[in-house]
């Protein structure tokens, strides 16, 4: 009898984990996304999210089309994935929702500002849009964003929506530092290789960032890089040493401010006439030659490397050296060291200058025209230095015409 108890048990316990295997094995491999604004709206949404598959996924993008305020949009996928929202009709209002196989998301709100929108549907999308309402208002102002995502990481540093607002919403090109600082706050156990791989985010390390014995993150930016080779016009290719001090321009074509950057490099050039004491460089980041070398014929700068960089930001070079965004500039000491890294001017020929040292004012002054005041100053001088005029003699002074008998007796070793 109790034998017959006991593999009564183990039958039961075999046929409950073939129900759960079966019950799992029901699940399909999708998801969908209702989308229920006011009847009124009409509007055409892109959706591009990665989805995950047996053999590794592919990147889907499917228009939710409006009509009288619904829309479903059915997706598929194996893991959790990311499905980025954007108005076609209006650029920058986008989102990202986050997404598992089975789930039945819905989106609501009246259909106009995205930051404004509810979603339901699992668990993290719920307190993403909740931190979305109240943080998305600040988003034209960087730093109030940057804080706001500061706060909730520090707050919820086992929460995983942490991990996925670092490597979503927070800039880690313009702050790497502050990044490095929050994700290394983030429970090991969230910040996982498959959620690293979810955002997008593969090439987090290895090229920006790279992992300590402890596995926190570190960032891999050098600032002591002390040679860059960058193409010319006119030698083909041009290595930069950084011995001495150094300015270095990053700019693209739609550079609105180059005249100003242009200018004021004319100007440095000018007070440091000697290129072998110093490195003035304007690097041009666009993959369009044609352009380049017509926008250096129009500035006429002289004096300075005229460079091409055609891969951009996303050159291995540029990045080790922490160029962000466009224009940028770069300062560099004797030593190779960095002393300014950013987007402003002015703070980087202040930086320079300092690398730098006095002007050379003995090159600038040659090398200036004499105004009407140094022409004066110098007549000036030059009557002050001629001999002084001989008076005239009187009559009774002036010598005869006839020659006078030198009574001196000259010797032979005198001739």
């Known amino acids: 009898m109790k034998t017959m108890k006991t593999f009564t048990y183990k039958t039961l316990a075999v046929l409950g984990c073939l129900m759960v295997l079966m019950l799992g094995g029901c699940v399909k491999n999708e998801f969908k996304v209702d989308f229920e604004f006011p009847k009124d709206h009409l509007g055409n949404y892109l959706m591009s999210y990665y989805a995950w598959d047996s053999r590794g996924g592919r990147w889907i993008e499917h228009t939710a089309s409006i009509q009288e305020g619904k829309a479903t949009a ?93 490597l979503t919403e927070w800039n880690r090109r313009e702050n790497p530092d502050g990044f490095v600082r929050l994700w290394n706050m983030v429970d090991k156990g969230v910040r996982s290789q498959q959620l690293i791989e979810m955002c997008g985010v593969t090439d987090l390390l290895g090229v920006e960032f790279t992992t300590n014995a402890d596995g926190n993150l570190e960032y891999s930016k050098n600032p002591k890089v002390k040679s860059l080779t960058l193409r010319s016009r006119d030698n083909g290719t041009d290595t930069l040493k950084f011995n001495k001090a150094s ?33 003035v460089a304007d690097i041009y980041m666009d993959s369009d ?34 160029v962000t965004r466009l224009p940028w500039f770069i300062v560099k000491d004797k030593t190779a060291g960095e002393t300014y890294s950013g987007d402003d001017l002015k703070k980087a020929i202040a930086a320079f200058r300092k690398a730098a ?59």
């Open 74 to 166: 059915e997706c598929i996928t194996r893991l959790p994935t990311l499905i980025y929202v954007s108005d076609a009709s209006q650029p920058g209002n986008s989102m990202i929702i986050y997404a598992e196989r089975g789930d039945r998301i819905k989106v609501s709100g009246d259909g106009k500002e995205m930051g404004e929108w509810t979603v339901v549907g699992n668990k993290v999308s719920e307190r993403w849009s909740e931190w979305r309402k109240k943080t998305y208002p600040k988003k034209s102002d960087s730093k109030a964003f940057e804080k706001s995502i500061e706060e909730y990481v520090t707050s919820n540093p086992k929460d995983e929506l942490s991990a996925i607002l670092l």
């Open 289 to 322: 030659s044609m352009t380049w070398i017509n926008a250096i014929r129009r500035d006429s700068l002289k004096g300075t490397v005229r460079a091409w960089q055609p891969r951009g930001l996303a050159e291995g070079d540029m990045v080790k050296m922490g």
């Open 357 to 415: 040292g006095k002007k050379e004012t003995k090159s600038t002054q040659t090398d200036k025209p004499k105004g009407k005041t140094d022409q004066k100053q110098a007549q000036k001088t030059a009557s002050q230095t001629k001999p002084a005029k001989k008076p005239e003699l009187k009559p009774s002074q002036r010598s005869s015409s006839k020659p006078v008998k030198d009574s001196r007796t000259v010797k032979q070793s005198d001739r």
């Open 247 to 279: 300015i270095l321009y990053f700019y693209g074509e739609n550079n609105v401010a180059r005249r100003e950057a242009v200018d004021s490099m004319k100007v440095l050039v000018k007070d440091y006439p000697d290129s072998l004491k110093r490195v």
